[in-house]
């Protein structure tokens, strides 16, 4: 593709980004459906340039108010993740001139605003919440995620996928926590690979993967995924319990579901039941209620946990979708108690990173529930699953995950028993 077309295409996408009334991925993905002839290579250059402009949108709005032109082509140029020989084909002199000059600038006498990226809101909380570690989140949630693997148990062993996904050209690291995990620094095409097309293996990040490590399923239990969405730990879920027993995937979204099924095809499982509900209080879970066995509940959330993944979702969250959140949450987190049976098993979780949103609902359950439930310490659940080090992914009685500490999206997750 020419530099020109391929510059134009960028400024295009960023224009439909930049609104702000959809998810960037799910622009993003609509933006490559109309533009099917465009490569992989531009595809990669198109993606990882917009995202670095969602990353850095106040750092480079900021630069980009010194040159001229169309706002979206400037923000491109700063934000150009792709060959700059390419690119630099693409501009005037006097683009040549202008980019040099702000690429010049020292970033780091900048004010804080403009070197966190974060909306002014957010960088208050998360200041008052980490202290001196805000800065170091701030780096990490600024730079991209690598690639997470869960290794199908069902199907195959980790080092066997390893060793598969070497002789392919794929470097695979086991995850330093997860027992089943695998952590790529590339992102490659794994839809052509043997070892993805069998179902060996699940693209799922680590943290997530440790969700359903803690919630413990074993074989031929009743199990639920509350808010299961395209499925990811329903599959390790359904795994863990070896293909046995009966696995609920309830979600109020039946495209999200129906997203499930060739990844449940792949997997070999027949143990799953997707179930599309109308709320919490669907009469279809209330006939399950005191039977489960275990239940997770991956409660919606402000998803602020996944910013290296979706940097597009600060500028769409507000402190008041956050209070609305954490009612859904104490809702959602209530019904599915009900299901839990005695001796039974629920854990709370988001990716979030906000104590409004963790913490804070998991101390009001407590506080509601005290006869019911019993705390069940993380670090106690984590080390039953054979997880590594499981006292470093522990705050309190409850599981905290950080970007910039144990390089996994941001998650949260209490555990209860039923008394």
């Not at 630099?88 to 966190?116: G, M």
Request: aromatic content about 6%; proline content about 5%.
């Amino acid at each position: 593709m020419h530099p020109n077309a391929l510059l134009e295409l960028a400024t295009e996408l960023l224009h439909h980004v930049l609104r702000f009334d959809a998810p960037a991925d799910s622009v993003v993905s609509d933006f490559f459906r109309h533009h099917r002839l465009i490569g992989s290579r531009e595809r990669h250059t198109l993606a990882e340039t917009t995202y670095t402009v969602l990353r850095q949108r106040l750092l480079l709005q900021h630069l980009a108010q010194s040159g001229k032109g169309e706002m979206e082509r400037r923000l491109a140029l700063l934000g150009w993740q792709g060959n700059a020989a390419f690119l630099r084909a693409a501009l005037s002199p006097e683009e040549v001139q202008w980019l040099e000059q702000v690429n010049a600038v020292d970033r780091s006498a900048l004010p804080e605003r403009l070197r966190h990226n974060l909306p002014e809101w957010l960088a208050e909380r998360l200041q008052a919440e980490l202290g001196d570690e805000f800065w170091p989140l701030v780096e990490a949630l600024n730079q991209p995620a690598g690639l997470g693997l869960r290794v199908n148990v069902l199907k195959a062993k980790r080092e066997d996928v390893q060793a598969e996904l070497q002789l392919a050209g794929i470097d695979a690291e086991p995850t330093p926590y997860s027992p089943v995990g695998l952590r790529l620094a590339t992102k490659p095409a794994l839809h052509k690979v043997d070892v993805f097309l069998r179902g060996d293996i699940e693209v799922q990040d680590e943290g997530s993967q440790l969700l359903a490590l803690l919630t413990g399923a074993k074989r031929g239990e009743m199990v639920a995924d509350f808010c299961a969405g395209a499925g990811g730990k329903t599959l390790a879920l359904g795994a863990a319990m070896r293909n046995t027993g009966r696995l609920y995937a309830f979600d109020v979204s039946g495209q999200r579901l129906a997203a499930l099924k060739p990844r449940l095809a792949r997997s070999g499982l027949s143990n799953v039941y997707p179930v599309q509900i109308a709320h919490e209080r669907d009469d279809r879970i209330k006939r399950l209620a005191g039977k489960l066995d275990r239940v997770l509940v991956d409660a919606p959330c402000s998803g602020l946990g996944t910013l290296r993944r979706n940097p597009g979702m600060k500028w769409r969250q507000t402190p008041e979708t956050v209070h609305q959140a954490s009612i859904q949450q104490a809702a959602i987190l209530a019904s599915a108690a009900r299901l839990v049976k005695p001796g039974g098993r629920l854990v709370y979780a988001t990716c979030s990173l906000l104590q409004a949103e963790n913490e804070v609902i998991a101390q009001a359950f407590n506080a509601e529930h005290a006869e019911s439930f019993r705390v069940l310490p993380a670090v106690e659940a984590l080390r039953r699953a054979q997880v590594s080090e499981p006292e470093s992914l522990a705050s309190g009685d409850c599981m905290r995950l950080w970007p910039h500490r144990h390089g996994t999206d941001g998650f949260f997750a209490a555990v209860w028993e039923r008394v």
